[in-house]
């Protein structure tokens, strides 16, 4: 069974950097390729960032790119996700997703981590 | 940027058949992708590459595509599947994701 396990949010100041992990089972993690997925809370999904199998092809949304970064550890089956300058409106549930393929849809999700930017 | 627009708000009596659609503000040949998210849950994928249902989700599901616009259909609607759907797909270089604003499912 494919788990996805996200840590590492929490409530930080504008400006502020947070590092969030997605810790990977239950299937062959460096066969594919992953999401970050945001959700601000009462709000739809945005798609924030991909990173494919072997961290060759990363791709990020307009909103974020230049101040996150995505990055994986195939040897510890572990995603993760670099946020510096950090604005009230990054403020949503982030979630880990796996894609179903190369560079497909996502097919499993975490139950997503709560980041809120307030000072 | 690329855009996909969806209806906020359908809603349908248990038995009926509900069709969400989602369209693409330009010519995409990517595929669409549902996701079918209910009440403080994370998200569940219902339909892949425009048409495809994966294994665990009920035959009511199905979706279809044509030019700019993906529909998502829900055959006999039950009070379960209230939830809210999202529609996803990629610009036409392959590398961007978008999702739709999302499309509330209500059963009457």
């Known amino acids: 069974e494919v788990q996805l396990v996200e840590s590492g949010g929490g409530l930080v100041q504008p400006g502020k950097s947070l590092r969030l992990s997605c810790a990977a089972s239950g299937f062959t993690f460096d066969s594919y390729s992953m999401h970050w997925v945001r959700q601000p809370p009462g709000k739809g999904l945005e798609w924030v960032s991909s990173?494919?199998?072997?961290?060759?092809?990363?791709a990020y949304a307009d909103s974020v790119k230049g101040r996150f970064t995505i990055s994986r550890d195939n040897a510890k089956n572990s995603l993760y996700l670099q946020m510096n300058s950090l604005k009230p409106e990054d403020t949503a549930f982030y979630y880990c997703?796996?894609?179903?393929?190369?560079?497909?849809?996502?097919?499993?999700w975490g139950q997503g981590t709560l980041v809120a930017i307030s000072s | 940027s690329y855009e996909l627009a969806q209806a906020p708000s359908v809603s349908v009596s248990p038995g009926q058949t509900a069709r969400i659609t989602c369209f693409a503000d330009?010519?995409?040949?990517?595929?669409t992708y549902w996701y079918q998210q209910k009440a403080g849950q994370a998200p569940v994928m219902v339909i892949y590459k425009d048409t495809e249902r994966p294994s665990g989700i009920p035959e009511r599901f199905s979706g279809s595509s044509s030019g700019t616009t993906a529909t998502l259909t829900i055959s006999g609607v039950q009070a379960e599947d209230e939830a809210d759907y999202y529609c996803?797909?990629?610009?036409?270089?392959?590398?961007?994701?978008?999702f739709g604003g999302g499309t509330k499912l209500t059963v009457l």
């Open positions: 330009a010519l995409s040949r990517q595929y």
């Open positions: 996803q797909s990629a610009d036409s270089s392959g590398t961007l994701w978008v």
């Open positions: 990173i494919n199998s072997n961290s060759d092809i990363i």
């Open positions: 997703a796996k894609a179903m393929g190369l560079w497909h849809g996502m097919d499993s």
